[in-house]
Nanobody, 119 residues
Framework: VQLQASGGGLVQAGGSLRLSCAATGSILSINAMGWYRQAPGKQRELVAV???????NYSDSVKGRFTISRDNAKNTVYLQMNRLKPEDTAVYYC??????????????WGKGTQVTVSS
């Protein structure tokens, strides 16, 4: 199983970016999918998570600005980021709890995509 994230880049404060993350491989089912971020010198933190049923949860710092969604048919999770702030600058990682054909469910991580917001 692999998670491939894309969509990061450099944007000015107030701008928008959309991240995508597709899961591929011998996937039986995917439960929660989410996005985490890690800024330089800081611990990785949860940004947003969405369950297979569509329930969502956001960190307080991004509520009202970011929207997480998923396409279950494509095994893909998205993060629409609006009104970006310099403090959103970080490497963004996607995460998914996946049950494979072996019937084991594990957490998988993407390699990360850099988001840089200039002031």
């Amino acid at each position: 199983v692999q998670l491939q994230a894309s969509g990061g880049g450099l944007v000015q404060a107030g701008g928008s970016l959309r991240l995508s993350c597709a899961a591929t491989g011998s996937i039986l089912s995917i439960n929660a999918m989410g996005w985490y971020r890690q800024a330089p010198g800081k611990q990785r933190e949860l940004v947003a998570v969405i369950t297979s049923g569509g329930s969502v949860n956001y960190s307080d710092s991004v509520k009202g600005r970011f929207t997480i969604s998923r396409d279950n048919a494509k095994n893909t999770v998205y993060l629409q980021m609006n009104r970006l702030k310099p403090e959103d600058t970080a490497v963004y990682y996607c995460n998914a709890h996946i049950k494979t054909m072996t019937l084991y469910a594990l957490d998988y991580w993407g390699k990360g995509t850099q988001v840089t917001v200039s002031s």
